[in-house]
């Protein structure tokens, strides 16, 4: 799995850091989504996908292994 941003849309709502605070935060300056880790290890697989799945203006984007 790998997680690419589409960041010009982020809304700072939030979801993804409550669904997956050891994948992503929100930057300081201006509460927008920051990615902690592009590929994240499989126990954290489904807490991503719920990530992008509550995300308000869908700006996660869930890149899966082949």
């Known amino acids: ?3 690419e941003l589409d960041e010009e849309k982020c ?3 939030g ?3 409550e669904a997956a ?3 992503f935060d929100q ?3 201006d509460g927008l989504v920051l990615l ?3 590929v994240p290890p499989p126990s954290q697989h489904v807490v991503v996908r719920t990530a992008a799945h509550l ?3 869908s700006v996660i ?3 899966e292994d082949d």
């Open 11 to 13: 809304c700072g709502g």
């Open 36 to 38: 902690l880790d592009a």
């Open 1 to 3: 799995m790998r997680i």
């Open 55 to 57: 995300c308000p203006t």
């Open 21 to 23: 605070p050891e994948v």
């Open 27 to 29: 930057r300081e300056e």
């Open 15 to 17: 979801q993804c850091v």
């Open 61 to 63: 984007h869930v890149v």
